[in-house]
Nanobody
Framework: VQLQASGGGLVQAGGSLRLSCAAS????????IGWFRQAPGKEREFVAATRWSGGSTIYADSVKGRFTISRDNAKNTVFLQMNSLKPEDTAVYYC???????????????????WGQGTQVTVSS
């Protein structure tokens, strides 16, 4: 399983970015896909997660209502649409995947075996 995250950049507060996570290597229908972020000097934190085959989606309280996770199964790509960005959203964003991970563990980064390389998001005030 290979994941490649892209779409980061520099944006002003209130702006938007869309991150992409392109997956390759196998069929992903049973996989959970998560987005995490890590700011300098802080621990990696959960942002959002969904199941590749559809169904439930969950978000961290800090991004709920501003971020939306979606999928394009034909392109094996998961997106994270980020609106109303704030300076505190500045971080390196990672996508991660894990086969058969149940919803109760989606927020736990240690449960994911496969990670993308990360993409930097910087929000200026």
């Amino acid at each position: 399983v290979q994941l490649q995250a892209s779409g980061g950049g520099l944006v002003q507060a209130g702006g938007s970015l869309r991150l992409s996570c392109a997956a390759s290597g196998r069929a992903f229908n049973s996989y959970a896909i998560g987005w995490f972020r890590q700011a300098p000097g802080k621990e990696r934190e959960f942002v959002a997660a969904t199941r590749w085959s559809g169904g439930s989606t969950i978000y961290a309280d800090s991004v709920k209502g501003r971020f939306t996770i979606s999928r394009d199964n034909a392109k094996n790509t998961v997106f994270l649409q980020m609106n109303s960005l704030k300076p505190e959203d500045t971080a390196v964003y990672y996508c991660a995947a894990e086969r058969g991970l149940i919803l109760g563990y989606w927020r736990d980064s240690s449960q994911y075996d496969y990670w993308g390389q990360g993409t930097q998001v910087t929000v200026s005030s």
